[in-house]
């Protein structure tokens, strides 16, 4: 609309006299218009691309951030979860077509426990071996994410599989001069829902306590009569199924395949290291600004310049506050 | 109340406990005595469970402790106080408190009441992180919060270390409390020797990974035994 009004004005500014100042002036007003109006689209979308990021970070922020597990398998719990969605919109197309409509809400606790149950089954099996041993642990869940990734391949084929969306996911509304999809708004909404019950479980359930003791001194938390190997076990779960509810959320703007999660595990480290290791608030802040950063460097950069750039910002940063920006402070720390 | 006997200990190649054996009774305050070095923590370290003993055994009211880790002796009875507190430092007094409900029976998950009138100090404090605390605060902190998994035996390493003598007069006030009203035993592991003198119902002094010493609180002023603790 401000561009069709803009494209008719422009050949009345280079008439001489009162017709042509004021065209030109008509102009100005409606290009910083535009600009407020583009930048508040920037501001939009890089929040949506940092709840994607949030979704992705937020259950690492547990395992690595919490229990310092680098956990390359990771990304194949968000496959999972977006997997499941699939699976659960098999069945009810073929059993409760009137369901699809929940669809994703039934996805959301299957996706959760689906994964969070390979979770706690890769802990017991393999990572509680591996304590304090980041380089083997590495190494392993790399290992368990291809063979994860290839079960996917062997079970469900290596094409896409086509997850539906919802009615009330789908379509767009105009605010002012944007046009903005359902999908983006539910999945900030639903990112930012995500966060603060997990902050609620961390900081008001007995579990949530017990895996904050355990964190901060394993080995005192052990004599306080805490069973450590099930918290950690636990804590594992709830990283792996926390990413399993980030693949539903996923499963509805990205392809479906079984190389969805790689392509999110580096954003998810990158994430949680800028963020800070063991904050979560970092993690919140440290993907929005990512997210913001990336949407306001493509128009000059490129999507792929951008993300460069983005990248040798976070090195830099790092260098500096190699803790990340909400690195914990005061006299707890030195206790 | 608790047993051990012929307990050797080892770090790699390094022998820190050769063949102890002491015993705890119930509603008795012992105290082991010792230079630094002797083996008195290594000592408090097997019987709650945080290091292995190479050989010889413990065991807790008749049943032999042997390889149960801590949280599973810690659900038995044993609570502990370690040396240098080792509050959790990010979390509140109040959830400090509360890690202790993992080992109380499932009626029993608060705070007995004893904790704030030996302590009242904690009651004024429950939003603050553990890790704000003073020294002085956290050792009271760490004793209140042992003693909310309803333990039947106290093992503290060393609580007056680094702490001002009006908060040491307070604590041993506090374990004395502990003996006479609630029955409990008491293992004290200790190198202050008056604070000793003036609780303990029998003392050990160890040297060099052995007890070479036993008896009463008296006769801690008798010379052979003041040789063992003069640096």
Known sequence: ?335 | MLTVENASLHYGAAQALRGVSLEVKPKSITCVLGRNGVGKTSMLRAIVGQHPLSSGSISFDGTVLGKKPPYDRARAGIAFVPQGREIFPLLTVRENLATGFAAAKRGNRNVPPEVFELFPVLKTMLGRRGGDLSGGQQQQLAIGRALVTRPRLLVLDEPTEGIQPSIIKDIGRAIRFLRDQTGLAILLVEQYLDFCRELADHVYIMDRGEIVHSGDAASLDKPEVRKFLTV
């Open chain 1, 1 to 335: 609309m401000a561009a069709k009004r803009l494209v008719s004005l422009t050949p009345l500014a280079t008439v001489q006299g009162p017709v042509g100042e004021a065209a030109s002036t008509a102009i100005a007003s409606i290009n910083s218009e535009l600009e407020l109006w583009n930048g508040i689209q920037n501001i939009i979308y890089g929040l949506s691309l940092g709840s994607v990021l949030l979704l992705a970070a937020i259950g690492l922020a547990i395992t690595f951030g919490v229990m310092g597990v680098i956990n390359m398998a990771h990304g194949e719990m968000v496959m999972i979860g977006a997997y499941t969605t699939f699976v659960v919109q098999q069945i009810i197309r073929v059993s409760a077509p009137g369901l699809f409509d929940y669809s994703l809400l039934i996805a959301l606790p299957a996706a959760f426990l689906v994964s969070g149950a390979i979770g706690v089954v890769i802990e017991r099996g393999i990572i509680r071996f591996l304590y304090g041993r980041p380089l083997e642990t590495l190494l392993a869940t790399w290992g368990i994410s291809l063979v994860l990734q290839q079960a996917t391949r062997s079970w469900f084929g290596a094409s896409n599989v086509q997850v539906g969306s919802p009615s009330w996911m789908s379509g767009s509304f105009d605010v002012g001069m944007l046009t903005l999809t359902w999908s983006r708004l539910w999945i900030i909404v639903f990112a930012l829902a995500v966060f603060a019950t997990l902050q609620l479980v961390l900081k008001k359930t007995m579990l949530g306590l017990r895996m904050r003791a355990v964190t901060q001194n394993r080995r005192m938390a052990s004599s306080m009569g805490i069973r450590t190997p099930w918290v950690d076990a636990l804590t594992f779960g709830l990283g792996s199924g926390i990413a399993g509810i980030a693949g539903v959320a996923l499963s509805q703007i990205d392809n479906v395949s079984p190389n969805l999660g790689q392509g999110y595990i580096i954003d998810s480290f990158m994430v949680v290291v800028f963020g800070g290791v063991g904050n979560l608030w970092g993690t919140l802040v440290g993907a929005m600004s990512l997210g913001i950063a990336n949407k306001f460097l493509e128009p000059f950069a490129g999507a792929v310049l951008g993300k460069i750039f983005v990248l040798v910002l976070i090195i830099l940063f790092i260098q500096k506050r190699p803790r990340g920006l909400f690195a914990l402070k005061g006299r707890a720390i030195e206790a």
